[in-house]
C-alpha cells in the first residue's frame, strides 16, 4: 500500500498558459493570475474590493448606522483592511454611510522586544493618512500599575510559560481581550479584524492541531456575536495573502513589515509550522486555503451548550476537558508511599487544581501555570473569573431552589 501512494503522488496542479484577454471583463490584456483565472489590473482591484464589501455589509449581526474599531496591525493584510475601509467610507456621497463612525486600535507589542518605534510611526503615519482616529494599547495593560509594575507584571508572567506555542497563545487571547475591552469603551458594538483566508487556514489547522476544534466556529466565522456586546466581523475572510500582497502592490497600499519570536523560524511553533505547510502547500495546490475554509465552514461544533467561559482566552469550555489529558499524557509521578496522611493532602490539594482547571478549556491548559495563588494576573483574568464564579453561584441557587420544590 505504501509502495503504491509512493508510486502515484497526487497531481501538481500547473499554470496554464498565457491567455490574451481578461477573463472577466474579455478586453484588456492580463497582468494577474489567481483562482485559477487571468485578470487585469483593473478587474483584479474590482474582485477584491467587491468581496471585501459583500462580507462587510452583511446585517445579519452587525446593523448600519453603528460604530466600529477596527483592529489594526501594521501588516499587509489589515493595510488592505484598512485601504478598503477607508475607500468604502468615502464612496458616493449621496449613498448612506455603513457605519456611524470607525476608529482604528493598535496594539503595541514592544514589550516582546520584536516592534520598534521606527514600526510605530510607520502605523501612526498610515492611520493618519487615512483620516481616521488611532488609539495605542500597549501589550502590558492587561495589568494595572504604574508602567513599570505592568511591565515587571507582563515579564514575570510571561517568564512561566516556556513553550513557544502556548506564548503564542497567551499574546493572543491578550490582544483579543484588549481589543474588545477598548470597543467596549468607545462604545463600538463591531470590531474589524484583518485575518486573510490563508492565515484563517493556518489558524484552523494549528488551533485544531492544539485541541480547540470546539471553539473554531467562532475563531474563524465571517461574524460572530459570541462576545455578546460586540459583534467581530471579518470582511478580509474571502481574500489570500497573495491577493493581499498584489493589491498592495498595484495600489501603494504601505505597511510596516513587524518581526515577532517565529520570524525565519520554520519549527519555533505549531502556528508558524502550519504556516510553511500551508503555504507551500498553496504553490503545487492553489485550492488549499479555499478547501480548508470550505470544509471547515461545513463543520459545527455544541459551544453554545457550553455555561461556562475559559478564563484565560473567554471561549467555551466543554464538561470535564479538563481530565482529558490524564488519560494520555503523564504530568507528574506518583509518590511510592506507605502513609495515608500524604495520600489525603495530595487528594486535596488536586481537587483544588481540578476546581480551577475546570475553569480552563482543554486547548488553554498548557496555559494553567500563570493562574497561581497569590501571584497578580491580568484584568482580563480575574474579571473572567469573578464573572465564571458569580454563574456557578446563581446555578447553585437556581438547583437548590428545584429540589426544594
Known sequence: MCDSVDNNPLPVET???????????????????????????????????????????????LPDDLSVLLAY???PSSSTMLHLIKDFHSQNGRKKQKFKSISVCHIDESILGYQTPEDIQKITAAVSDSGLNLTCIKLEDCFTGTETEKSQKFNGMMELVSDNSAREDLVFNIKID??????????????????????????????????RGFALPIDIATETDYYKDVVVLRPMKEILSKEVGL??????????????AATG????????????????????????VNTVCKTMQKV????????ISCILCSGPVQ???????????????????????????????NSGADDMRSLICYSCQRLKGIVKTGMDLPVFVRDQMK?????LERDERMEKVAGSD
Open 319 to 349: 464538561l470535564d476537558s479538563h481530565k482529558w489529558g490524564d488519560f494520555h499524557t503523564i504530568s507528574s509521578l506518583p509518590q511510592v508511599t506507605g502513609s495515608e496522611t500524604i495520600k489525603s493532602e495530595t487528594a486535596e490539594n
Open 73 to 75: 496591525s501594521g501588516g
Open 247 to 260: 493589491y498592495n502592490h498595484y495600489n501603494n497600499v504601505k505597511f510596516a513589515a513587524i518581526k515577532n
Open 178 to 211: 484588549l481589543l474588545l475591552r477598548e470597543a467596549r469603551r468607545t462604545i463600538c458594538k463591531g470590531l474589524l479584524m484583518g485575518c486573510n483566508a490563508t492565515r484563517l487556514a493556518i489558524r484552523i489547522i494549528s488551533q485544531t492541531s492544539k485541541g
Open 15 to 61: 499554470k496554464p498558459a498565457p491567455q490574451k484577454i481578461c477573463g472577466k471583463c474579455r478586453t484588456a490584456v492580463p497582468s494577474v493570475y489567481v483562482r485559477r483565472s487571468f485578470y487585469c489590473r483593473p478587474c483584479f482591484n474590482d474582485s477584491v474590493i467587491h468581496r471585501f464589501r459583500t462580507v462587510l455589509q452583511r446585517k445579519d449581526l
Open 387 to 391: 464573572s465564571v464564579s458569580k454563574g
Open 300 to 307: 459545527t461544533t455544541d459551544y453554545k451548550s457550553s455555561t
Open 265 to 288: 523560524k520554520s519549527k519555533h511553533s505549531i502556528d508558524r509550522l502550519t504556516e510553511d505547510f500551508i503555504t507551500s502547500l498553496q504553490i503545487d495546490f492553489p485550492s488549499t
